[in-house]
């Protein structure tokens, strides 16, 4: 099993910065993709941004250009650098990752930390 421990979160006002961090602990074979989702009341869960081993990103439509993802491999931790905070931002934010177990590949959710943008 691998626990998800974000951290980060907080009230903002609009235009300021947060940056999250999502530690991994337990029993870890190989990360994969790291990633961190978001949910807003009343709305589904959507992509913010991913990133591969390999170092390869991509972003939801609506935070590129502000916001920025990135991994500590030697850690299994991964951040989200958040800048230009929108109201539309808000959502409590979770963290994703993928251990790969022999020809297994597991997917692991965080419990989610609350971002609040104030305009």
């Known amino acids: 099993q691998v626990q998800l421990v974000e951290s980060g979160g907080g009230l903002v006002q609009a235009g300021g910065s947060l940056r999250l961090s999502c530690a991994t602990s337990?029993?870890?074979?190989?990360?994969?993709?790291m990633g961190w989702y978001r949910q807003a009341p009343g709305k589904q869960r959507e992509l913010v941004a991913a990133v591969t081993s390999g170092g390869s990103t991509n972003y939801g439509d609506s935070v590129k250009g502000r916001f920025t993802i990135s991994r500590d491999n030697a850690k299994n931790t991964v951040f989200l650098q958040m800048n230009d905070l929108k109201p539309e931002d808000t959502a409590v934010y979770y963290c994703?990752?993928?251990?790969?177990?022999?020809?297994?590949?597991?997917?692991?959710w965080g419990q989610g930390t609350q971002v609040t943008v104030s305009s």
């Open positions: 994703n990752v993928d251990d790969l177990r022999g020809i297994l590949l597991r997917g692991y």
């Open positions: 337990g029993t870890i074979f190989s990360i994969q993709r």
